[in-house]
Nanobody, 116 residues
Framework: QVQLVESGGGLVQAGGSLRLSCAASGRTFSSYVMGWFRQAPGKEREFVASISKTGVNTYYADSVRGRFTISRDSTKNMVYLQMNSLKPEDTAVYYC?????????WGQGTQVTVSS
């Protein structure tokens, strides 16, 4: 059974940093794309970042490009999201996801709150 567990969320002041981690289990994910989405209160879930199965290619939403960095450790089935220069508008529940073609599996999410 596939399971994704996020960690690293919390409360931080604007301009601060957080590093989210996601532990994937249940199979080997070296052939899967891994990514992060987020959902703010009253808004739809939106794409944040993704990383190819090899880790060579990364993609970012315009709103986070230059501030967030996604990375993965396929030997540990882990994906990370380093978030710098955080803004109040980054406040959301952040979800880890993996898939091949489409994102098939999702974690439960971790709350990130950025105070102004």
């Amino acid at each position: 059974q596939v399971q994704l567990v996020e960690s690293g969320g919390g409360l931080v002041q604007a301009g601060g940093s957080l590093r989210l981690s996601c532990a994937a289990s249940g199979r080997t994910f070296s052939s899967y794309v891994m990514g992060w989405f987020r959902q703010a209160p009253g808004k739809e879930r939106e794409f944040v970042a993704s990383i190819s199965k090899t880790g060579v290619n990364t993609y970012y939403a315009d709103s986070v490009r230059g501030r967030f960095t996604i990375s993965r450790d396929s030997t540990k089935n882990m994906v990370y999201l380093q978030m710098n220069s955080l803004k109040p508008e980054d406040t959301a529940v952040y979800y880890c996801t993996v898939g091949r073609g489409v994102f098939d599996y999702w974690g439960q999410g971790t709350q990130v709150t950025v105070s102004s």
